[in-house]
């Protein structure tokens, strides 16, 4: 019978929730075959069969917790029952014939031997300690009773039934009153779950949402984080891509959307505000001299940030394409571990749900997100004299004040902000 383990899932994932099982007893696997879908903290991984065989032996059912390295699923042969159950029966039948042998007086004589045998162990285990009758002995045993701690009103201080009776029956008065005490508080906290008779649903949360909240509070206590605001006017990049869209997307199979603008206008203000492409180890500033741009993408169990490598060298296409892929493989749970890692600035778009403004919080150890909102025609002031209805979108960033001071910040936002209003400007500085 061979064992099958969680395999290594990475350097820094210890352990996992069974997702789903993929197969059911009795099922023949060939090797390479997939058993069980393991949820991680960051990404769903598929755990394959090493050998081929029948599957014996669920241990694991879905939403259990395991380790790397722990036994979820027994593979044998197929030829009939494991070698584990096969012992265990036939050790079974070896007991029912040994009972069968015996007559009823062997079997009471075994029986009177084994209660002499335990009488006599408690009589010597007794030497220089409490004295009790056999009655007495009895019923501490049924009673639970320690005889060590019996009072007894004997001259001889013999231990008898009555005392302990007493003994059980003042413990139990004493017992009430705790008891009361612990159940008074468990009752008014379950009230407020009662809702007053009203229905409910209690969900579960999955091992990627209780990480989310996790990481998220943990950023709120050891980050300064602050968020400042400003706003782009949309109109030119609009235009852009109203001349343009139908020739890049016959020249490049994807189409051309807001996020490879905003990726590159990222890249361009990090190239000036180095501070914002960093992060805090210890009492040192990492300075990263890549720009890897971590996208937020909304997936069923939660969201996830995929990583788009070296955004400064890729083209608007490029970004595009990297963009939708990882988008694609998040509704799919099929990000693997290297593209969620390592990223050293984030985009997230809060404005495809129709948010107008809001304050992103930072995916550590990053220091800088860049929130994205939802574009509205509002009336904006030309000049002294005119005014116009124009595409409008607020943008927030949130940084972390510890190494990013408030000006670099504002200063970092007007980069951007500059940067989109004038979108050729992409082609030189992002």
Do not use: C
């Not at 383990?5 to 023949?28: H, N, R």
């Not at 009336?379 to 595409?391: G, K, L, S, T, Y």
């Amino acid at each position: 019978m061979i064992e099958v383990k969680v395999p290594e899932l990475a350097e820094s994932i210890t352990e996992g929730t069974i997702s789903q099982w993929l197969i059911k007893v009795g099922d023949k696997v060939e090797k390479g075959d997939n058993l069980v879908e393991l949820e991680t903290d960051k990404v769903n991984i598929e755990v394959s069969a090493e050998n081929d065989g029948v599957i014996e032996e669920l241990l694991k059912e879905p939403g259990d917790n395991v380790e790397v390295g722990e036994i979820i699923a027994y593979l044998g042969n197929g030829e009939g029952s494991s070698s584990k159950s096969s012992d265990q029966g036939s050790s079974e039948k070896t007991e029912a014939k040994k009972e069968e042998k015996e007559s009823p007086e062997e079997a009471k004589s075994e029986q009177e031997s084994k209660a002499h045998a335990s009488e006599s162990s408690e009589e010597k285990s007794e030497n220089g300690r409490t004295v009790a009758s056999p009655s007495a002995r009895k019923l501490a045993r049924e009673l639970g009773v320690d005889l060590n701690n019996v009072e007894t009103r004997d001259p001889l201080g013999r231990v008898r039934p009555d005392d302990v009776k007493a003994h059980a029956d003042k413990a139990n008065k004493q017992e009430a009153p705790k008891e009361k005490k612990q159940e008074a508080p468990k009752q008014q906290k379950q009230s407020p779950d009662a809702n007053d008779g009203k229905p409910v649903e209690r969900v579960k949360m999955s091992r990627r949402r209780q990480t989310i909240a996790k990481r998220l509070v943990e950023v709120q206590h050891t980050a300064a984080m602050l968020t400042t605001f400003n706003e782009v006017d949309m109109t030119a990049i609009m235009e852009l891509r109203k001349r343009r869209k139908d020739k890049f997307l016959e020249d490049n199979d994807v189409k051309l959307g807001f996020m490879s603008f905003f990726t590159k206008a990222v890249v361009g203000a990090l190239k000036k505000y180095p501070r914002l492409n960093a992060e805090i180890q210890d009492t040192d500033i990492v300075l990263k001299k890549f720009y890897d741009i971590g996208i937020a993408v909304g997936a069923e169990e939660g969201l996830v940030v995929p990583v788009v490598r070296d955004a400064d060298k890729l083209s608007f296409a490029g970004i595009e394409q990297e963009i939708g892929n990882l988008a694609k493989k998040a509704r799919d749970n099929k990000l693997k571990l290297d593209e969620l890692q390592g990223g050293s600035f984030t985009i997230t778009n809060g404005g495809i749900f129709g948010s107008m403004l809001s304050t992103p919080i930072l995916n550590a150890p990053q220091v800088g997100i860049l929130g994205m909102h939802k574009i509205q025609w509002r009336p904006v002031a030309i000049d002294q004299e005119r005014m116009e209805n124009r595409p409008m979108m607020y943008i927030a960033l949130s940084y972390d004040h510890r190494i990013v001071d408030g000006g670099e910040a504002v200063s970092f936002l007007a980069k951007i902000k500059e940067l989109l209003e004038d979108p050729e400007q992409l082609l030189l500085e992002g």
